[in-house]
């Protein structure tokens, strides 16, 4: 239905809006977060590494050009191809001046081959400001902004130190979308106080939004996080793959078909990774995934707006 897959990719949405493969670039701003800096905490999200959520971005010793022409490099030993999106992603990038927002965002697409920028931030760091500034900046290209919201249960939102109570994304929401300006959701499958129905509510629930993207991740645990303390004190059940993949298909059956899928695994750094180990195999995963469809006879959208 979306090329080869049973689901709507970034890939087969990417191909079919600029009719190439286009690939992102992981860039560091330089920025830092408010749930870190003491603004609104401390000790960030339990399962924020110290990179910030970003850790495959570019270094930030160096600028986004030559962050840019950097990652670029790197990644022609995997694809071949000449269009990318620049993507903020390291902590909070919508956090600071709008002047510096301003000036790396331009910075990123002054570059050649950029067809567009993903800007990874908080829901509570949109400013009527920052607003002004992503509406400009959509007006000129591609655009999408990536909200961590990881779930809609309060409790958990409590346990993960996430900063914010979900009424400040569904604001956020609204007011990205009174723009016209995409939004990928990110959610995370496996917190500790979280039932399968909890997930799948969570999952309905961005439906029902306006997202127009979202990333599904595995809960993993990493080296030198709050969590992985957490955990050494605490162990509690970590999915394993036979649980993870029939409950990313019964997600991908909630969401509407229009909904573009951004991930569908974890993504830990091999040598922090504590666990669950099986995420490293990303393949088996996906082809987990693709199997676990097949076998349902299932797609994206099968269940979307039924009730259960
Ligand atoms: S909002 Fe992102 S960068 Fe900030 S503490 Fe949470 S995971 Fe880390």
Request: hydrophobic share 35%; with cysteine.
């Amino acid at each position: 239905m979306w090329g080869d897959k049973r689901y709507h990719t970034l890939n087969y949405e990417l191909r079919k809006i600029f009719g190439q493969k286009v690939i992102k670039l992981s860039l560091d701003g330089g920025f830092t977060c408010p749930n870190r800096d003491g603004t609104i905490g401390r000790r960030g999200c339990i399962f924020c590494g110290e990179e910030g959520s970003g850790e495959f971005a570019g270094s930030r010793a160096l600028d986004i050009n030559e962050q840019i022409k950097e990652q670029k490099e790197f990644m022609s030993n995997k694809w071949d191809t000449d269009k990318y999106i620049a993507y903020f992603q390291n902590f909070t990038n919508t956090y600071s001046f709008c002047e510096d927002l301003k000036e790396k965002y331009y910075s990123a697409l002054s570059e050649e081959g950029i067809v567009g920028l993903a800007i990874a931030t908080r829901p509570d760091c949109l400013s009527e400001e920052v607003l002004h500034l992503l509406d400009e900046i959509n007006k000129k290209t591609y655009l999408w902004i990536e909200l961590g919201l990881q779930t809609i249960h309060e409790r958990t939102a409590k346990f993960i130190r996430r900063g914010y109570p979900l009424k400040v994304y569904s604001e956020a929401i609204k007011e990205l979308g009174k723009r016209g300006i995409k939004v990928v959701t990110h959610l995370i499958f496996g917190l500790p106080t979280e039932s399968r129905r909890d997930i799948l509510d969570s999952i309905k629930y961005v439906a029902d939004t306006n997202t127009w993207g979202v990333k599904f991740h595995l809960l993993y645990i990493q080296k030198g996080t709050d969590l992985y303390n957490y955990y050494i004190k605490n162990p509690f059940h970590l999915l394993n793959r036979d649980e993870y993949i029939p409950l990313v298909v019964d997600g991908l059956e909630l969401l509407p078909k229009n909904m573009v899928i951004h991930r569908v695994t974890g993504d830990g750094k091999r040598d922090l990774l504590y666990g669950p180990r099986w995420s490293l195999d990303k393949l088996k995963v996906l082809s987990g995934i693709d199997r676990e469809l097949k076998t349902r006879n299932s797609y994206q959208g099968k269940k979307y707006g039924l009730t259960f």
